[in-house]
Nanobody, 120 residues
């Protein structure tokens, strides 16, 4: 299973970006998908998660500004980031909790990370 993230970049404060992460390979089902981020010198932080039935959760720091969504047919998760702040600057990592067959236990797979920089 591979996860390919895209959509990062440089944006001014108050701007928007949309991250995408597509899972591919031997996939039977995907339960939770989500995004973490890690800023320089800081621990990795959970940003948002979404279940297969589109139940979402967010870190307090991004509530009201970020929206997570997914397309189950495409095994893809999105993160719409609005009203970006300099403190949102980080490498963003996607993950997916995947079962590769009906009998195997689910495990987490990770994308390679995409840099988001919010600066004027």
């Amino acid at each position: 299973v591979q996860l390919q993230a895209s959509g990062g970049g440089l944006v001014q404060p108050g701007g928007s970006l949309r991250l995408s992460c597509a899972a591919s390979g031997s996939i039977f089902s995907i339960n939770i998908m989500g995004w973490y981020r890690q800023a320089p010198g800081k621990q990795r932080e959970l940003v948002a998660t979404i279940t297969s039935t589109s139940i979402t959760s967010y870190a307090d720091s991004v509530k009201g500004r970020f929206t997570i969504s997914r397309d189950n047919a495409k095994n893809t998760v999105y993160l719409q980031m609005n009203s970006l702040k300099p403190e949102d600057t980080a490498v963003y990592y996607c993950y997916a909790n995947v079962k590769i067959t009906i009998v195997t236990a689910p495990r987490n797979y990770w994308g390679q990370g995409t840099q988001v920089t919010v600066s004027s």
